[in-house]
C-alpha cells in the first residue's frame, strides 16, 4: 500500500477475494491480498497513479496506434492509454468475468469509447486471434507471480506473432524471483531487441521488445521523447533505461 490508500473503506467484497477501496481521492483493487491490483485517481482516472503505468505505456504514448492489453484489473492501464489514443482502437483481454463486472460498475470503463473488453484466458486470445497490433502490453501479474501458463517460450513467441512489423511488446514484471526467465523468454524470441525499464521506488520492472529486428528505431523514439534519463548497457539485461 501507499499513503494513497491512507483512510480507505470497503465499498465492494465478494467471496472470491476481490475487493474495492476508495478515499476522498483514490478507489483502489485488491485480490486476495493486500497488493494493489489497480490504483486510480476518482477525478482523473487517465493520470496513472502507480509508478509503472507510465513505464508500460511509454511506447504506446509516443507512437500511438491500435493497441491490445493482456489484464485489464481495475482498468489503470487503459484509462492512462486511452488518452493518447483517442479514436485507435484498444482491446483489453481479461479471463476473470468478476474483475471485468467490478471494472465496469467501480473503475469508469465504461466511459472509454474506443475500448473493447474481451472475456478470455490471455493464452486462448493469443492462440485464437487473427488480428495484428502496433502495440501489445502484458499486464498479467496477481499478487503473487505471474501465471504458470504464460510463463514459457510459447507464449511469447504468440505475442509476437500478433504484433505489427515493427511493433512493440510491452510487459509488466513484478516478482523479483520471476523477472530473469521471463525476461529470457521474451529476449530469445525478439532476438535480443529489448530495453529493460527498472520502476523506481518499486520492485516493478518493464520490458519493451521490438519487431523489428532491431532495437534503434524504438531507441530513438525514446531519446527524442526526452523521457530518458539515463541510458546504459548492463551485461545481464541489455539496453537499460531510465525514465
Known sequence: MTWKTTAGRCIYQSASGINVYQNYIYRWLTLNSNVLQTLIHRRQPAKPALNYIKHLIVAASLQPADCCILGLGGGAVVHALSSYLQKLSLVAVESNAEVIAVARS???????????????????????????????????????????????????????????????????????????????????????????LPVKGTANMVILASNEGTITPLLDRLKRSKLVKKLAWNAKWGCVALI
Open 106 to 196: 467501480y473503475f469508469m470503463i465504461d466511459t472509454l469509447k474506443n475500448l473493447t473488453v474481451i472475456h478470455q484466458d490471455a493464452n486462448l486470445f493469443l492462440q485464437q486471434s487473427h488480428n495484428q497490433y502496433q502495440h501489445l502490453l502484458v499486464d498479467l501479474f496477481d499478487a503473487y507471480s505471474f501465471p504458470a501458463h504464460c510463463n514459457n517460450h510459447q507464449f511469447f513467441a504468440k505475442c509476437k506473432r500478433l504484433l505489427l512489423p515493427g511493433g512493440v511488446l510491452a510487459v509488466n514484471l513484478a516478482n523479483l524471483h520471476e523477472q530473469w526467465p521471463v525476461f529470457e523468454h521474451i529476449r530469445s524470441n525478439f532476438n535480443h531487441c529489448t530495453i529493460t
